[in-house]
T-cell receptor
């Protein structure tokens, strides 16, 4: 059974810092991995999707990497801003389903 | 493109009543739709998967007679919570995939409160 773990559960940083969020999964036979952002009481916004054959994806200040063999992904946020404050969810797809981690709640202080 | 809407965004109902939540794909045909629930400060848990015109496939531990799912068209799926109780209060999120099934698009969620 696929299990997805995100560390840390919560993170507070001053504005301008670069930071890394971690995601690990137990079954490496994934189809793809997706990072989402969720603001309080809101739905999900897709940030980056990495296919199983890819190593990384970049969008603006965000960079996501994937090491399928070790069951790990990282989301790198450069030059963090208060507007980046949200919960970040990692999800892996296999057997047609998206399995989510518990999320990392990020607070960026001005 | 790839927009998924949900209605209502918030609903409050009395214990014992039923409530229906709609999920629509606005600009694509959703061959598969998924329903998730999310408790406060927890992650999304998949409840069921539905394909248009077929019966939904429920995850282990989800009561199919309590959470009725209908996927009658390629743009609409509904989740009906029957005889709702306070413990059903949660955030319900739907998502959909189109012909390019590798990416799911998520709705904005529905906050259900059962009093």
């Amino acid at each position: 059974k696929q299990e997805v773990t995100q560390i840390p559960a919560a993170l507070s940083v001053p504005e301008g810092e670069n930071l890394v969020l971690n995601c690990s999964f137990t079954d490496s036979a994934i189809y793809n991995l997706q990072w989402f952002r969720q603001d309080p009481g809101k739905g999900l916004t897709s940030l980056l999707l990495i296919q199983s054959s890819q190593r990384e994806q970049t969008s603006g200040r965000l960079n996501a990497s994937l090491d399928k063999s070790s069951g790990r992904s990282t989301l790198y946020i450069a030059a963090s801003q208060p507007g980046d404050s949200a919960t970040y969810l990692c999800a892996v797809r296999n057997t047609g389903k998206l399995i989510f981690g518990q999320g990392t709640t990020l607070q960026v202080k001005p | 493109g790839a927009v998924v809407s949900q209605h209502p965004s918030r609903v409050i109902c009395k214990s014992g009543t039923s409530v229906k939540i709609e999920c629509r794909s606005l600009d694509f045909q959703a061959t598969t739709m998924f329903w998730y629930r999310q408790f406060p400060k927890q992650s999304l848990m998949l409840m069921a998967t539905s394909n248009e015109g077929s019966k939904a496939t429920y995850e282990q531990g989800v009561e199919k007679d309590k959470f009725l799912i209908n996927h009658a068209s390629l743009t609409l799926s509904t989740l009906t919570v029957t005889s709702a109780h306070p413990e059903d209060s949660s955030f319900y999120i739907c998502s959909a995939t189109g012909t390019a099934a590798y990416e799911q698009y998520f709705g904005p969620g529905t906050r259900l409160t059962v009093t």
